[in-house]
């Protein structure tokens, strides 16, 4: 499994921006899915978006266009820049990994999990 640290959460007003960033270590960082998911109070943890080892990146449709998730391999890091934030995006974040490269968005898919971060949008 690959150890997971997140960073960069915090209070922030609707419209605003964040940069979350989660670094890895312990296994072969070049060949895992790396990705954010993210659970509000009283809701199910859900995919927010992902980065395959072949350099493919998938998003949820309620993020897409607002959310960029990216990856560099030299620092065994991978980020997310969130912008135009709503309230609705308020949660904690988790960054999440898994070997392989096929787009898995279901939470069990994923083998490996960050202590999460939180992220509150004010209107």
């Known amino acids: 499994q690959v150890q997971l640290v997140e960073s960069g959460g915090g209070l922030v007003q609707a419209g605003g921006s964040l940069r979350l960033s989660c670094a890895a270590s312990?296994?072969?960082?070049?060949?895992?899915?790396m990705g954010w998911f993210r659970q509000a109070p009283g809701k199910e943890r859900e995919f927010v978006a992902a980065?395959?080892?072949?350099?493919?990146?998938y998003y949820a449709n309620s993020v897409k266009g607002r959310f960029t998730i990216s990856r560099d391999n030299a620092k065994d890091t991978v980020y997310l820049q969130m912008n135009s934030l709503k309230p609705e995006d308020t949660a904690v974040y988790y960054c999440?990994?898994?070997?392989?490269?096929?787009?898995?968005?279901?939470?069990?898919?994923?083998?490996?999990w960050g202590q999460g971060t939180q992220v509150t949008v004010s209107s």
């Open positions: 999440v990994s898994t070997p392989g490269v096929v787009r898995y968005t279901a939470a069990n898919k994923f083998n490996s």
């Open positions: 312990g296994r072969t960082f070049g060949t895992y899915i």
């Open positions: 980065f395959t080892s072949d350099r493919i990146t």
